[in-house]
């Protein structure tokens, strides 16, 4: 997914479903970490693709705290 789409579709989303979604990119990131150290990894560029969606992630999450407030 593209990181326009990526930040759309976050967009529309509440702090609780944010907060879910980074739960499990912060559980894909930890395996693909895992896989890497063990040499079962093939792609290693999806680690950069998941940390980056996590920083997007915790983005869209910052700015829905300050339009809350």
Do not use: C, I, Q, W
């Given at each position: 997914m593209k990181s326009?789409?990526?930040m759309n579709n976050l967009?529309?989303?509440s702090?609780?479903?944010l907060n879910d979604e980074l739960?499990?990119?912060k559980k894909e990131l930890f395996?693909?970490?895992f896989q890497n150290a063990t040499n079962q990894l093939d792609n290693?560029?999806?680690i950069k693709e998941v940390?980056?969606?996590i920083a997007r992630i915790q983005t869209a999450m910052s700015v829905e705290q300050k339009?809350?407030?």
């Open positions: 326009k789409e990526f967009n529309g989303k702090l609780a479903e739960v499990a990119a395996n693909l970490k290693t560029s999806r940390r980056r969606n339009a809350a407030n």
